[in-house]
Structures are given as C-alpha cells and as structure tokens.
C-alpha cells in the first residue's frame, strides 16, 4: 500500500515558470515531511522539510505549503530554471520512526 | 569528506553469482538504510538498522541479507542473483530520534544482472 501519493508522473514547464507538485497521505502519525531532489546517476538529496506545525515554508525558490486538515502538502518552484530539471521525491516519517515513505517520483523538465 | 559511500558504483553480473555492496557513513548516525530504486525510480526501503540492529525488514527475498558490523557500516549481501535483481541500490543514513530526521544518501549501485 502506497502510504504517500504523489503526483503528476512528470511535468514539463517553461523557463521562468512555476512547477507545482503535489502529494498526499493518510497516517496522521507522520510528523515529518521532505522533499527530495534527484539528478542522474546521483542519489537523492534533501531540498526542503516542513513539520505540520506550519502550513508553508520557503527557502529561496522553493515553497512547501503544508494543509494537515486535508493531509496534503505540495511543492513549488518558482522561476524554475533548467538547472532544476530532476526527478523530484515527496516523503513523510516520524521524527521518531526508522524509515521514510517515499511518493513516486515526478521527472522535471524545464525547457529554456 | 563524502558523507554515505557505497562501493561499487557499478555492478554487472550473471545470474546465480554471489555479490556484496558496501556502505560507509562518517555523519555518527544511528539509522542506516537500504533502498531498491527500480527502472520507475520508485524508492522502495528494504531494511532499516539502528544502531547495528536490524529494525526493519520489507519484504525481500531472503537471498538479500544486510550485515551491520559497526555503527557506521551497512552491508548488503545478495546470494543467486535474479535478473529482476537488477536496480539502483542506495544506502542512506539519519540520525534516531533527533529534531532533524534528513536521511542522507549514498550515490547508489547499480546493479545489472545478465
């Protein structure tokens, strides 16, 4: 069972626009939500985390906006940059849990 | 300092072979990870050690056995290698417990069975 839902598959924006990735889960015991980033032949790296204490969170061009009620959370870049064309993971732990539920991926392209 | 190392980068093989990955943190972590990212790229957990003992072990074949023999050391044994075997294997570490959960990751193993 996928415990964190992540969508779109991929998504394709233009240079200088906002890429918007959403995901969703169903355990209110998650207390602790990453983003992570992925080039090619690399492994994952974190971009951002939020803890749903706060309903966003930005950190240069990127905004997480957190909704506990509705238990999803997203993931914007604004101005994205070709640079940021990756494969980009939402996940969800507990602060005091051993694993990390990842979403299923979304492959960014950002066209010049 | 590279701070989670996994060797081989890369791993061609036959199917029924024996191999291992190796996996180093220098972080002082207490968790350490296996992952299994398939040709979707899905990040799938396969195990998950706390301070050298196994705390959790997702469904995988048994062919997959981890060693822990310190803390900062998470090896990943794999016997009679499959072709559906073939992945990128990444190991990761975080620290337990702590207000800051980051997991950090490896740069992967890919591993390619023929």
């Known amino acids: 069972q996928q415990q964190v839902k992540q969508s779109p598959q991929s998504l394709i924006v233009q240079k200088g626009g906002i890429s918007i990735i959403n995901c969703a889960y169903e355990?209110?015991?998650?207390?602790?939500f990453p983003w992570y980033q992925q080039f090619p032949g690399k492994g994952p790296a974190l971009l951002i985390a939020i803890r749903p204490d706060v309903s966003e969170k930005k950190e240069g061009r990127f905004t997480i906006s957190f909704n506990k009620s509705a238990k999803q959370f997203s993931l914007h870049i604004m101005d994205s940059q070709p640079g940021d064309s990756a494969t980009y993971f939402c996940a969800a732990s507990k602060v005091t849990g051993n694993q990390f539920y990842f979403g299923t991926g979304t492959s960014l392209t950002v066209i010049p | 300092d590279t701070a989670v190392s996994q060797t081989p980068k890369y791993l061609v093989t036959q199917m029924g072979n024996d191999k291992s990955i190796k996996c180093e943190q220098n972080l002082g972590h207490d968790t350490m990870y296996w992952y299994k990212q398939d040709s979707k790229k899905f990040l799938k957990i396969m195990f998950s050690y706390n301070n050298k003992e196994l705390i959790i072990n997702e469904t995988v074949p048994n062919r997959f056995s981890p060693k822990s023999p310190d803390k900062a050391h998470l090896n990943l044994h794999i016997n009679s290698l499959e072709l559906g075997d073939s992945a990128v294997y990444f190991c990761a570490s975080s620290p337990f417990g702590g207000p800051n959960t980051e997991a950090f990751f490896g740069q992967g193993t890919r591993l390619t069975v023929v």
């Open positions: 355990n209110t015991a998650f207390d602790y």
